[in-house]
Nanobody, 126 residues
Framework: QVQLVESGGGLVQAGGSLRLSCAAS??????YGWFRQAPGKEREFVAL????????AYADFVKGRFTISRDNAKNTVYLQMKSLEPDDTAVYSC?????????????????????WGQGTQVTVAS
Protein backbone atom coordinates (compact mmCIF):
# COMPACT_ATOMS: atom_id res chain seq x y z
CA GLN A 1 0.00 0.00 0.00
CA VAL A 2 1.42 3.35 -1.04
CA GLN A 3 1.55 6.07 1.56
CA LEU A 4 2.95 9.58 1.52
CA VAL A 5 3.10 11.25 4.90
CA GLU A 6 4.08 14.89 5.22
CA SER A 7 5.38 16.63 8.31
CA GLY A 8 7.20 19.80 9.29
CA GLY A 9 4.59 22.45 8.69
CA GLY A 10 3.76 25.14 11.20
CA LEU A 11 3.64 28.84 11.97
CA VAL A 12 6.67 30.96 11.16
CA GLN A 13 7.42 34.67 10.94
CA ALA A 14 8.12 36.28 7.58
CA GLY A 15 11.74 35.74 6.66
CA GLY A 16 11.89 32.49 8.58
CA SER A 17 12.52 28.92 7.46
CA LEU A 18 10.83 25.55 7.57
CA ARG A 19 11.73 22.09 6.33
CA LEU A 20 8.94 19.84 5.15
CA SER A 21 9.35 16.07 4.95
CA CYS A 22 7.49 13.50 2.89
CA ALA A 23 7.99 9.91 3.97
CA ALA A 24 7.06 7.48 1.21
CA SER A 25 6.24 3.80 1.63
CA UNK A 26 4.91 1.01 -0.53
CA UNK A 27 7.04 1.55 -3.63
CA UNK A 28 9.43 3.97 -5.28
CA UNK A 29 8.18 6.38 -7.94
CA UNK A 30 9.92 8.13 -10.78
CA UNK A 31 9.07 11.61 -9.59
CA TYR A 32 8.12 13.29 -6.34
CA GLY A 33 6.62 16.72 -6.27
CA TRP A 34 5.54 19.34 -3.79
CA PHE A 35 2.39 21.31 -4.44
CA ARG A 36 0.59 23.93 -2.39
CA GLN A 37 -2.93 25.25 -2.11
CA ALA A 38 -3.79 28.56 -0.51
CA PRO A 39 -7.35 29.36 0.60
CA GLY A 40 -9.56 30.17 -2.37
CA LYS A 41 -6.86 29.25 -4.88
CA GLU A 42 -6.08 26.25 -7.03
CA ARG A 43 -3.38 23.80 -6.11
CA GLU A 44 -0.10 24.81 -7.71
CA PHE A 45 3.23 23.19 -8.43
CA VAL A 46 6.14 24.11 -6.18
CA ALA A 47 9.04 21.74 -6.82
CA LEU A 48 9.97 18.35 -8.26
CA UNK A 49 12.72 15.81 -7.82
CA UNK A 50 13.36 12.72 -9.87
CA UNK A 51 14.24 9.72 -7.70
CA UNK A 52 16.85 8.41 -10.09
CA UNK A 53 19.52 11.02 -10.65
CA UNK A 54 18.01 13.62 -8.35
CA UNK A 55 17.33 16.26 -10.99
CA UNK A 56 15.04 19.02 -9.83
CA ALA A 57 12.64 21.65 -11.11
CA TYR A 58 11.00 24.61 -9.40
CA ALA A 59 8.14 27.01 -9.87
CA ASP A 60 9.22 30.51 -10.83
CA PHE A 61 7.88 32.00 -7.61
CA VAL A 62 10.36 29.95 -5.57
CA LYS A 63 13.11 32.34 -6.73
CA GLY A 64 15.89 30.28 -5.19
CA ARG A 65 14.29 30.27 -1.74
CA PHE A 66 13.24 26.61 -1.69
CA THR A 67 15.33 23.48 -2.14
CA ILE A 68 13.96 20.00 -2.77
CA SER A 69 16.07 16.97 -1.89
CA ARG A 70 15.77 13.28 -1.17
CA ASP A 71 17.22 10.67 1.14
CA ASN A 72 17.23 7.35 -0.68
CA ALA A 73 17.93 5.32 2.45
CA LYS A 74 14.94 6.83 4.27
CA ASN A 75 12.71 6.98 1.19
CA THR A 76 11.99 10.57 2.14
CA VAL A 77 11.72 13.78 0.17
CA TYR A 78 12.36 17.17 1.74
CA LEU A 79 11.44 20.74 0.93
CA GLN A 80 13.68 23.27 2.63
CA MET A 81 12.02 26.68 2.57
CA LYS A 82 13.76 29.90 3.57
CA SER A 83 12.96 33.61 3.32
CA LEU A 84 9.31 32.70 3.71
CA GLU A 85 6.70 35.30 2.83
CA PRO A 86 3.04 35.62 3.88
CA ASP A 87 2.09 34.64 0.31
CA ASP A 88 3.70 31.25 0.96
CA THR A 89 0.91 30.44 3.41
CA ALA A 90 -0.83 27.30 2.14
CA VAL A 91 -1.35 23.60 2.65
CA TYR A 92 1.70 21.88 1.19
CA SER A 93 1.23 18.40 -0.23
CA CYS A 94 3.64 15.77 -1.42
CA UNK A 95 2.78 13.82 -4.57
CA UNK A 96 4.26 10.88 -6.44
CA UNK A 97 4.15 10.01 -10.11
CA UNK A 98 5.30 6.99 -12.07
CA UNK A 99 6.55 9.17 -14.90
CA UNK A 100 9.88 10.96 -14.79
CA UNK A 101 8.56 13.72 -17.08
CA UNK A 102 11.83 13.97 -18.97
CA UNK A 103 11.46 16.41 -21.84
CA UNK A 104 8.06 17.57 -20.64
CA UNK A 105 6.60 20.25 -18.43
CA UNK A 106 3.64 18.04 -17.57
CA UNK A 107 5.09 17.69 -14.07
CA UNK A 108 3.39 21.00 -13.25
CA UNK A 109 -0.04 19.42 -13.68
CA UNK A 110 -1.84 18.10 -10.63
CA UNK A 111 -3.59 15.37 -12.63
CA UNK A 112 -0.27 13.78 -13.64
CA UNK A 113 0.43 12.51 -10.13
CA UNK A 114 -0.77 9.13 -8.92
CA UNK A 115 -0.60 9.45 -5.14
CA TRP A 116 -0.93 12.31 -2.68
CA GLY A 117 -0.21 12.88 0.95
CA GLN A 118 -2.68 14.47 3.33
CA GLY A 119 -0.90 17.82 3.36
CA THR A 120 0.73 19.96 6.03
CA GLN A 121 -0.21 23.55 6.86
CA VAL A 122 2.38 26.29 6.50
CA THR A 123 1.43 29.68 7.88
CA VAL A 124 3.73 32.67 7.48
CA ALA A 125 2.92 35.63 9.70
CA SER A 126 3.79 39.16 8.62
Amino acid sequence: QVQLVESGGGLVQAGGSLRLSCAASGRTFGTYGWFRQAPGKEREFVALIRWSGGTTAYADFVKGRFTISRDNAKNTVYLQMKSLEPDDTAVYSCAAATSTFYGSTAYREVRRYDYWGQGTQVTVAS
